[in-house]
C-alpha cells in the first residue's frame, strides 16, 4: 500500500529553519516525482516546491524562492524540504504528495496521486 508521511515540522521563530521530511512505503520512489504543498487556516492548498523522480528538476513557487530547497534521497525513500528564513506567512500544514511519473514535476495539486497526512508548521515569536 503506497503511503507517504511527513515528519519535522514544528513552532519555530520568524528567521529560524526547519527540515521536513516525507518519507514513503509501498511503491519506488525513484519512479515517482514529488511534490510539497501547503495549506494555512482559511486558503486554499498551495504548490510550495516539487523534484523530478531522478531530481535533475526542481520547481519553487515564488514566495520561497531563494528560502527553500528540496533533494531527495532514493535510496532512503526519503524526501526533504529544508525551509530556511522562515516567515510568520510560511506557517501552515505542509503535505508531500507523489506521481509516477519520470523526469519531470510540476506544483498542480491535482497532478498528484497520492497525499500524507501533513505536518504543521508554525512561525511565530
Known amino acids: 500500500q503506497l503511503q507517504l508521511v511527513e515528519s519535522g515540522g514544528g513552532l519555530v521563530q520568524p528567521g529560524g529553519s526547519l527540515r521536513l521530511s516525507c518519507a514513503v512505503s509501498g511503491f519506488t520512489l525513484e519512479n515517482y516525482a514529488i511534490g510539497w504543498f501547503r495549506q494555512a487556516p482559511g486558503k486554499e492548498r498551495e504548490g510550495v516546491s516539487c523534484i523530478s523522480s531522478d531530481g535533475g528538476i526542481t520547481n519553487f513557487a515564488d514566495s520561497v524562492k531563494d528560502r527553500f530547497t528540496i533533494s531527495r534521497d532514493n535510496a532512503k525513500n526519503t524526501v526533504y524540504l529544508q525551509v530556511n528564513s522562515l516567515k510568520p506567512e510560511d506557517t501552515a500544514v505542509y503535505y508531500c504528495?507523489?506521481?509516477?511519473?519520470?523526469?519531470?514535476?510540476?506544483?498542480?495539486?491535482?497532478?498528484?496521486?497520492?497525499w500524507g497526512q501533513g505536518t504543521q508548521v508554525t512561525v511565530s515569536s
Open positions: 504528495a507523489a506521481r509516477p511519473l519520470l523526469y519531470m514535476c510540476l506544483m498542480l495539486r491535482r497532478w498528484y496521486d497520492s
